[in-house]
């Protein structure tokens, strides 16, 4: 049996198992027939209620448990800026106003739990789900798929009595969570698991990340403004887990007895199983969703933040016949287009150019040969700048930068 084809009584038995190899007598096993006739005032569209609000100090670092993005540790050149390199445009000539550009580039290790870099891997892995999409429609990552329609974005809440298996069991919780998805119809889709929950959060995008048109990245600086933002409202946090969902869930209006993600199903469901099923329909922006969501994304060693499911799986991808990966653009002037390259601050080497070209060696007296001055971008944070032009020249053939990526110290 696979779970795409999990029937409801098998579903019960997986839950009861559960239940008996925890030593929990199967307090459901009875019946798994709909409930008829209890029309109970509950709405399954909320999340479900618990009894108790178990509060977590998300600050603190859990080895071996969930955290949020943000609360490990940094390595030393994480958010380090060598401001003396730079990647760059210096072609003055097509240059309007007698200035060259430089971007400064602030190292980063890409980890989820740095609390300098965790920006960065959000805003990596949100672009790399949106691809996923968009390889698929050809288009928009939110455009229809033909056979399966627009990707939406749905929540699946656990009850209570099963919180507690995301703690060592988080395999069979979801088993049950893929069982649930399917039974709504959701055919293919990622999965981003939260193990918190906090009452200022919502579930939907606060607010957009604007696009940075060169690279078709979000934007830095629009990015650091939604972070401080958001880090505002976060306080209270207590254990309540969901699993979000970005995928497709083909729908069938005209004949609704085909069309499985619909109330009915969505209260059987809650009704059999306690499990909140939630459809927060169709997206206007893939990346923002799933980036806003990787936000507060549970973290812990070993285990994946972002799963793909079903028709998405990395099994079956490549089944729905997708556009090759894309290839990343490269960074460009804002001004002339042009690919941007390594660049470094060395006022000297105009110098010396000067000193030993053969016109110019009589009268070194007349150059000023004093220590060259720090980098004019000294101090300031990572991104663009128009300055005035000198000292800064390409690399020469086998000169390198340093390198953006942090890697694990060595210990040795
Ligand atoms: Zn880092
Ligand atoms: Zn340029």
């Not at 254990?239 to 083909?250: K, M, S, T």
């Not at 980036?291 to 994304?297: D, I, K, P, R, V």
């Amino acid at each position: 049996m696979t779970w795409g084809q999990a029937t409801d009584a098998q579903l019960m038995d997986v839950l009861d198992a559960t239940c008996v190899s925890l030593g929990i007598p199967p307090a459901r096993g009875r019946s798994i027939a709909p409930s008829s006739g209890t029309k109970k005032s509950i709405a399954p569209f909320f999340e479900p209620n618990y009894s108790v609000r178990l509060y977590v100090d998300v600050k603190a670092w859990r080895p071996l448990g969930y955290n949020l993005p943000s609360n490990g540790v940094a390595y030393q050149a994480c958010g380090h800026i060598w401001y003396d390199e730079g990647q760059g445009c210096l072609r003055l000539e097509n240059h309007s106003e007698n200035k060259i550009y430089v971007r400064l580039v602030a190292g980063t290790c890409f980890r989820a739990e740095c609390p300098v870099c965790y920006q960065k891997w959000a805003a990596r892995e949100a672009g790399r789900i949106e691809d996923k999409f968009k390889r698929l429609s050809r288009n928009n990552a939110e455009a229809s798929v033909p056979g399966y329609g627009r990707p939406v974005h749905a929540v699946i809440s656990v009850p209570e009595i099963d919180a507690f298996l995301m703690y060592n069991n988080l395999d069979i919780l979801k088993d049950k969570i893929y069982a649930i998805a399917e039974k709504v119809g959701l055919k293919g889709y990622c999965v981003i698991f939260h193990p918190y929950a906090n009452e200022k959060m919502h579930e939907e995008t606060p607010e957009k990340i604007l696009i940075d048109k060169s690279t078709g990245d979000f934007d830095l600086d629009s990015l650091r403004s939604y972070y401080s933002k958001m880090n505002k409202h976060i306080n209270f946090w207590y254990v309540r887990p969901h699993f979000h969902i970005i995928g497709y869930a083909p729908r069938d209006y005209d004949n609704p007895e085909n069309d499985a993600f619909n109330e009915d199903t969505i209260t059987r469901i809650y009704n059999e199983t306690g499990y909140v099923v939630k459809n927060l329909g169709v997206r206007d922006s893939v990346r923002n969703t799933a980036h806003y969501q990787l936000t507060h994304a549970g973290v812990k060693k070993g285990f994946q933040t972002v799963c793909w499911v079903g028709d998405l799986s990395n099994r079956n991808y490549h089944k729905m016949n997708p556009l090759p990966k894309f290839i990343p653009k490269p960074h460009t002037c804002p001004e002339c287009q042009a690919e941007l390259a390594p660049v470094r601050w060395d006022p000297q080497a105009a110098i010396s150019a000067q000193v030993f070209s053969v016109d110019n060696y009589s009268s070194a007296d007349g150059l000023d040969l004093s220590e060259p001055g720090p980098s004019p971008l000294e101090g300031q944070r990572e991104g663009g700048y128009w300055i005035d032009p000198g000292g800064w020249r390409y690399l020469n053939r086998g000169e390198k930068n340093h390198s953006c990526l942090v890697r694990k110290p060595s210990h040795r």
